[in-house]
């Protein structure tokens, strides 16, 4: 079974190749950035809430080391420096092979036959329930979202991730079966890296150098990431509970623009506060003392009204339009 | 005060990322004292002034940018929003219709507009603007040529 997806697998390598530069190439990648982005942490979410209950705590002794489910999610971007660290983390290794399967998940739209799932229930006994719980949350999630807009950019990511550990090996040489068959925990792994490295070695060759410089989590040449929101020490983030570094992303993508009279950071607050209809957003510090002074929006002149408009102020989901109303209206500034 | 060093500081750091980016605007924040700015700026082309490098001192105080900066020529000009003898600037958005959305470097650009189109019937230069109002073109364009020659072009020999 396994072999079978090996070869179908492999299959689309040049096929795969091909979307990740046109992505590349693409301006609009930001844009799906943002969907990815919104997508995973409704991913997160319910990753969450699983991996609190009944579902995670199976296989609790693989992780030791680690801190929990929203560590366990974190270290989707970890894997490839932890798979890295050798032998002492081949546990470690068996649970990040189930968390970064999203990737398998694109495989499988792509392909439209490839369970990936299966592919490592079939090896691993105490990883396995976990393995199809996470990626079954994938697909489920893939399913409702119905768009497919942003698969090429899952992949994308899982590439770079991929290419951290598997680079120095051959990008095309399947496994032979025999390990496969000979799979205990450990042969497991190496079949299932075998596989990954069989599958998307050579576009995670071409995708490293778009994605690595800022540490294989963006694409830096991204307009307005840099300016307002560089990252200095990314490997402090990495450390950083899920949930928060999660938030971080977030608010890089959805609220990116600080007051443009203080140049503050814009909190949520006051990115949902429209105090005119020209669509000039400021922070509230700054209304209330235009209110003081003159009482003219700074964006059309025309005194404020008394009752601001509250902005469309959608926490969930809605961020992604969100950030679109503001960057038309920062175009109509003056 | 805060607020307006933050704001300056972040215009700071856009001048220099965006250098070059318009070749007629430079505009330069003193060494010392982020309220005191310069800006040398070229003279719009087919106006008197073409040719010409013009220098501009703006003081910024410190409710900027609720307040707007105060902004005057250095280099002499005849223009009639100019005085002619202390540089000062007869322009609307520096005084009531400022808005805090503007930065200095969208000042530089008013005041190149307003090199290009002067408005004679507010005059600070009573000279210039008795001479459009009289409709006398080309004795306004002339004298400013002349100005724009003896203090805004480099020296020759």
Redesign the interface.
Known sequence: MVSDSITNASIPCPNVKDLGKKKRANRSAKLKQCKLDVRREQWLSQVKKKGCGEEWTGDGLHRDASNGSSENVESRRERGRVEANGPGSIHHDSDLELSPSNSPISLNSILGSNDSGTNYSGSGSSSSSSADCCSGNITEEDDEGGDDGCLDDWEAMADALAANDERPKPPSCPPPPQDLTASNGSGMIVGGENLRSGTRATPAAANTRAWRPDDAFRPQSLPNLTKHHSFPNPSDRRFVNGGISWAGCNRIFNVPT?C?????DLDLTDSSFLPCLCG?RLCLF?HK??LE?DG?C??C?KPYEHNPVEGEASVQGGGLTYRLTRSSSLMA?? | MQ?SR??L??EYKEVQREKGADPDIQLVCDDSNIFKWTALIKGPSDTPFEGGVFQLAFAIPEQY??QPPQVRFLTKIFHPNVHFKTGEICLDILKN?W????TLQ?VCRAIIALMAHPEPDSPLNCDSGNLLRSGDIRGYQSMARMYTRLAAMPKKG
Not at chain 2, 99 to 102: E, F, I, T, V
């Open positions: 600080s443009p009279i203080c140049c503050e000039f700054c003392r235009i002074e003219r700074p964006g002149r500034r003056p | 607020t933050a704001r500081f972040k940018p609720l219709a808005s805090p959305a503007w969208s």
